[in-house]
C-alpha cells in the first residue's frame, strides 16, 4: 500500500511530517511518496523555486527511510493536477493499493480540483483530521457529503481493494504553517523547532525566505 502526500511544501514543517509518520504507524503502508506540486492550478505560485523545494524536501525525507520523494511533477510543464499524477501512478502500480493523503481542509475543496470524480477510481482518498472531530461538518445534500455517504470504509479496508475507498483518521495537528515560517525568516526572527533543523539552515544559508535569522 502506497501513500500519496501531495503539497507545495514551501517549506517543509513538522506540520507536515507528524502526519505522515501517524499514518504510515496507523496502516500497513510500504511507503509514503511525498509529491511536491511544481505550478499549483488554484493558488499563487511558491516563494522557493523548484529546486530550492526539492533540496529542503530531501533534507526532510533523509532520515526516514519509509519516506520517498517523488519529482514528477515538478518535471512536468504545465499546471500539476493530480489526476493526472494518480493517473500515472496507477500505470505503474498495477492492482497496487493507492492512498491519497489530504488533510481536512483540502478535502472540503476535492470537489474544485480537476477531474476530481476521477480521482477515487485511481485511489483511495484517506482524510487526515483533528481528533473529537465530527463528520457532521460536512453537508450532507452536497457532493462532497454524497461522495462520503457512497465511499466511506473502515481503515482496515485500504490494503483489500487498489481504490475507491474513504477514510477518515485522526492525527497530530499542529498549529504551524509555512506562511508563518516564511514571515518569522523574512523578519529576521526564530524560526527553530517548527521545521527541521538541516532544513532550517539550508533556508538560512540560502536566503530562500529573505535575510538570515
Known amino acids: 500500500m502506497i501513500g500519496i502526500y501531495g503539497g ?45 523545494r526539492l533540496a529542503m524536501l530531501r533534507l526532510a525525507l533523509a532520515n526516514q527511510p519509509v519516506f520517498s520523494l ?7 510543464k504545465g499546471p500539476s493536477f493530480m489526476v493526472d499524477t494518480l493517473k500515472e501512478l496507477r500505470a505503474e502500480c498495477g492492482q497496487r493499493s493507492l492512498c491519497l493523503i489530504i488533510g ?16 477515487p477510481e485511481l485511489a483511495h482518498v484517506l482524510v487526515t483530521h483533528r ?4 463528520k457532521s461538518e460536512i453537508e450532507s445534500q452536497s457532493a462532497l457529503g454524497q461522495l462520503v455517504e457512497l465511499r466511506q470504509i ?12 474513504i477514510v477518515f483518521l485522526p492525527v497530530t495537528q499542529l498549529d504551524i504553517s509555512s506562511t508563518r515560517i516564511r514571515e518569522l525568516v523574512a523578519a529576521g526572527k526564530d524560526a527553530r523547532y517548527l ?19
Open 195 to 213: 521545521l527541521p533543523d538541516n532544513v532550517y539552515e539550508l533556508i538560512k544559508q540560502e536566503k530562500f525566505y529573505g535575510p538570515p535569522c
Open 131 to 134: 481528533p473529537g472531530w465530527n
Open 8 to 52: 507545495t511544501f514551501d517549506p517543509i514543517h513538522y506540520g507536515h511530517l507528524r502526519p505522515a509518520l501517524d499514518v504510515y504507524q496507523a496502516l500497513p503502508f510500504s511507503e509514503i511518496r511525498f509529491i511536491p506540486c511544481g505550478e499549483p492550478p488554484h493558488r499563487e505560485m511558491p516563494y522557493a523555486n523548484r529546486q530550492q
Open 154 to 165: 473502515a481503515p482496515e479496508g485500504l490494503a483489500q481493494r487498489p481504490a475507491g475507498g
Open 70 to 76: 517523488d519529482e514528477r511533477e515538478m518535471r512536468r
Open 104 to 119: 481536512f481542509d483540502a478535502f472540503l475543496g476535492l470537489d474544485h480540483w480537476h477531474q476530481w470524480q476521477a480521482i
